[in-house]
């Protein structure tokens, strides 16, 4: 099994900043590809970004420019910056990993309200 721990979610005004941490622990083997997924009220759960073991970067058009997802392997830990929020981007945020199986985080609040 692989446990995720989230932190660094919260209350940001438009325009802030915020940078989301997520530590993998537990029986790793590699940790294929590290991930930020997100669900809105009433929306469906979305990829945000994702990072490859060989930096391989993927993200939503709505966060490009604005996110950077990045992983230090020695840590297991994946991280989302972003900055120049969007009341858009107010959303549960969960981290995922893929090690031999799909993992998911526990979910983390962002909020972006004035």
């Known amino acids: 099994q692989v446990q995720l721990v989230e932190s660094g979610g919260g209350l940001v005004q438009p325009g802030g900043s915020l940078r989301l941490s997520c530590a993998a622990s537990?029986?790793?083997?590699?940790?294929?590809?590290m991930g930020w997924y997100r669900q809105a009220p009433g929306k469906e759960r979305e990829l945000v970004a994702s990072?490859?073991?060989?930096?391989?970067?993927k993200y939503v058009d709505s966060v490009k420019g604005r996110f950077t997802i990045s992983r230090d392997n020695d840590k297991n830990t994946v991280y989302l910056q972003m900055n120049s929020m969007k009341p858009e981007d107010t959303a549960v945020y969960y981290c995922?990993?893929?090690?031999?199986?799909?993992?998911w985080g526990q979910g983390t609040q962002v909020t972006v309200s004035s």
């Open positions: 537990g029986r790793i083997f590699g940790i294929a590809i």
């Open positions: 995922n990993v893929y090690a031999l199986g799909w993992y």
């Open positions: 990072i490859t073991s060989g930096d391989t970067t």
